[in-house]
Structures are given as C-alpha cells and as structure tokens.
Nanobody
C-alpha cells in the first residue's frame, strides 16, 4: 500500500525556519516525482516545490531563495527546508507522488492533477 506521511510542521515566528519531511512507504522513490503543495484557508491548493527521480527540481517563484527540496532515496524521504518564513507561508503542507513520465522532460513541473498519491498534510503557521 502506497503511503506518504508528512512531519515537521509547527508554529514559528516570521524569519524562522522549519524542515518538513515526507516519508514514503509501499514504493521506492527511484521512479517517482515527489511534490510539496500547500493550501491556505480560503485559497486553492498550490504547488510549492518538486523533485524528480534524477534530482531535477522546481520551486514556485514565491519560495525561490528560501525553500530547498531534497530527497534521500536510501531513507525513502523527501525534505523541504523552509527558511526566512513569512506569514503568507502559513498553510497546510502536503506531499504527493506521481510516477515519472517521459513527458515530464518537456512539461515541468508535473500538473497537480497528475499526482496520484497524497499525504494527510502538516500545518505550518508563521506568526508573531
């Protein structure tokens, strides 16, 4: 059974840091793109960052220079290091997985609707 579990959320002050982790089970990361998404109250879910099996990454413009995604295939985890957090980063953060496709060489990042497996989410709150 494929499963993704997020951890590492919490409450921090503006300018602080958090490290989110997505632990996957039931499959290996070798052939999957793992994405991080977030959804703030009253807003649509949006893509934050993703990483392919070969290490290609994407970050939304709003997090460039602040967030870094990484994967550890041996541990079957994908982490999102979030620095210089802002109140507008407050949201529930989800990780998701989609099997890699040749089309992603031309269409990057993968559309959100392509992701087949989702975690339950972890809350991140940035407030003074």
């Amino acid at each position: 059974q494929l499963q993704l579990v997020e951890s590492g959320g919490g409450s921090v002050q503006p300018g602080g840091s958090l490290r989110l982790s997505c632990a996957v089970s039931g499959f290996t990361l070798d052939y999957y793109v793992i994405g991080w998404f977030r959804q703030a109250p009253g807003k649509e879910r949006e893509g934050v960052s993703c990483i392919s099996a070969d290490g290609s990454t994407y970050r939304a413009a709003s997090v460039v220079g602040r967030f870094t995604i990484s994967r550890d295939n041996a541990k079957n985890t994908v982490d999102l290091q979030m620095n210089m957090l802002k109140p507008e980063d407050t949201a529930v953060y989800y990780c998701a997985a989609v099997q890699g496709r040749n089309s992603y060489r031309n269409i990057w990042p993968p559309p959100m609707n392509d992701y087949d497996y989702w975690g339950q989410g972890t809350q991140v709150t940035v407030s003074s």
